[in-house]
């Protein structure tokens, strides 16, 4: 498969195309025109190195936050308060590794290896979503991961559906579905713990007021802080800007939390009768920054359990392997018999 080579990093020469081969100018030319078609790049096209680098930087860092985000919910498995929520639970987190799985299988389809992917993660120097530094401290924290991490993981994902590139955009139609559900889980842990005791109705006004502006975050900085979205937008990864989506995802909890009949803690949000946009009140763009940097409340404590998790599994990677092995080793000495007779 021919590709442009032009090293990370490099600015592009003056006249691009003069510097491609013309297998390359073909499949520029290829690209462009799937692009403009508002169609599907796949796998086996040519595309520019750029392009497969973007994608590789934001599949594998969505695959990694469904592998870390399953962290903060296991936590409460051997807490649930039923049976019923247990078993939702268990099966919520298994559909988060599942998530990651695909995720991880798509971005394989770039040319990157799932284990150049967890090394990464392990080593401290892949990212993975923000929200998922942040602690689980009351059982209502299910609830409000329910409604609004993954509400917010729908608004963000159900545009990625249409992602330029197939292998993710297939992934996320999937993902998507199972995210629904996980909504639904969420904002009902919420609804029977608001209509509970006293107690159980401040505890479920504490996870909300906790995870509300952590979930904002997780669309990433404000527009003209994103300098990833102009490029992803103009090659069709991303649909909508980072603003954009936070705004309709504020419209969504502003009208579903009147159902909970809990609040919203911030009295800044108003629909905006003039831009049609739903607004919010300032958010905490040091904290952050902070939690990007490995500062967060749980930062070390994901990556430590991710790593001793990696550490863990590794007699299963070995026994695969072998396994994978001896099968293969079989299969050739059965060719080999095949081809002799
Ligand atoms: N956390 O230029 P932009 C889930 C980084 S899955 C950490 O705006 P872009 C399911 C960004 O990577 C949640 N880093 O970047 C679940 C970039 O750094 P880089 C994950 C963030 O790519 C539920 C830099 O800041 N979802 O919740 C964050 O255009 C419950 C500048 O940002 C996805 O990954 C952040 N919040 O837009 C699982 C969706 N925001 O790479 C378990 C796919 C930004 O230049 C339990 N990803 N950064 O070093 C996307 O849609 C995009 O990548 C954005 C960021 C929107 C996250």
């Given at each position: 498969?021919a590709?442009?080579?032009?090293p990370?990093?490099?600015p592009?020469?003056q006249?691009a195309m003069?510097?491609?081969?013309?297998?390359d100018?073909a499949?520029?030319e290829n690209?462009?025109r799937i692009?403009?078609?508002?169609?599907?790049v796949?796998?086996?096209d040519w595309?520019?190195?750029a392009y497969?680098?973007?994608?590789?930087?934001q599949?594998s860092?969505?695959a990694?936050?469904?592998?870390?985000?399953m962290?903060p919910?296991?936590?409460?498995?051997?807490?649930?308060?039923?049976?019923?929520?247990?078993s939702i639970?268990m099966a919520k987190?298994?559909?988060?590794?599942?998530?990651?799985l695909y995720?991880?299988?798509?971005?394989e389809?770039?040319?990157t290896?799932?284990d150049e992917?967890?090394?990464?993660l392990?080593?401290?120097?892949?990212?993975?979503s923000?929200?998922?530094?942040y602690p689980?401290v009351t059982w209502?924290?299910?609830g409000?991961?329910?409604?609004?991490?993954?509400?917010a993981a729908i608004?963000?994902?159900?545009?990625l559906?249409?992602?330029s590139?197939g292998?993710?955009?297939?992934?996320m139609?999937?993902?998507?579905?199972?995210?629904s559900?996980?909504?639904?889980?969420?904002?009902?842990?919420?609804?029977?713990l608001?209509?509970?005791?006293?107690a159980?109705?401040?505890?479920?006004?504490?996870?909300v007021?906790?995870w509300?502006?952590p979930s904002?975050?997780?669309f990433?900085?404000?527009?003209?802080?994103?300098?990833?979205?102009?490029?992803?937008?103009?090659?069709?990864?991303k649909r909508?800007?980072?603003d954009e989506?936070r705004s309709?995802f504020?419209?969504?909890?502003?009208?579903?939390v009147k159902?909970l009949?809990?609040?919203l803690?911030d009295d800044?949000?108003?629909?905006?009768?003039?831009t049609?946009?739903?607004?919010?009140?300032p958010?905490?763009?040091?904290e952050f920054?902070?939690v990007?940097a490995g500062?967060?409340p749980c930062?070390?404590q994901r990556l430590?359990?991710?790593r001793?998790?990696h550490?863990?599994g590794?007699w299963?990677r070995?026994a695969?392997?072998a396994?994978?092995a001896?099968q293969a080793?079989?299969?050739?000495?059965?060719?080999?018999?095949?081809a002799?007779?």
């Open positions: 498969m590709r442009n080579v032009q990370a990093g490099q592009a020469p006249n003069e510097a491609l081969t013309p297998e100018a499949g520029q690209f462009d692009i403009a078609k508002d169609s599907r796949e796998p086996k595309m520019p190195e497969r680098r973007s994608l590789v930087r599949i860092q969505h990694h936050s469904e592998i870390i985000g962290q919910e296991a936590n409460w498995i051997t807490r649930a308060p039923s049976l019923k929520r247990k639970l987190v298994q559909d988060e590794a599942g998530h990651g995720l991880y299988s798509a971005a389809t770039l040319g290896t799932r992917m967890m090394d990464a392990v080593a401290g120097k892949a990212r993975y923000s929200i998922f530094n689980t209502a924290d299910m409000a991961i329910g409604w609004m991490v993954d509400g608004c963000n994902q159900v545009p559906c249409r992602a590139y292998p993710y955009g297939r992934a139609v999937r993902v998507c579905k199972e995210e559900f996980h909504q639904r889980q969420g904002f009902e842990i919420l609804l029977e608001a209509n509970g005791t006293p159980q109705r401040a505890m479920a006004q504490d996870a007021n906790r509300y502006a904002l975050m997780m990433g900085p404000p527009d003209d802080d994103s300098p990833n979205s102009k490029q992803s937008m103009a090659w069709n990864i909508f800007s980072n989506l309709r504020v419209g969504m909890l502003a009208e579903q159902v009949g809990l609040t803690p800044e949000i108003r629909f905006n009768e003039d049609k946009k739903w607004e919010h009140g958010l905490d763009w040091e920054k902070e990007l500062r967060g930062n070390a430590e359990r991710r001793s998790a550490a863990d590794a299963v070995e695969a392997a396994y994978a001896k080793a079989k299969q050739s000495s059965t060719n080999a018999q095949k002799a007779a």
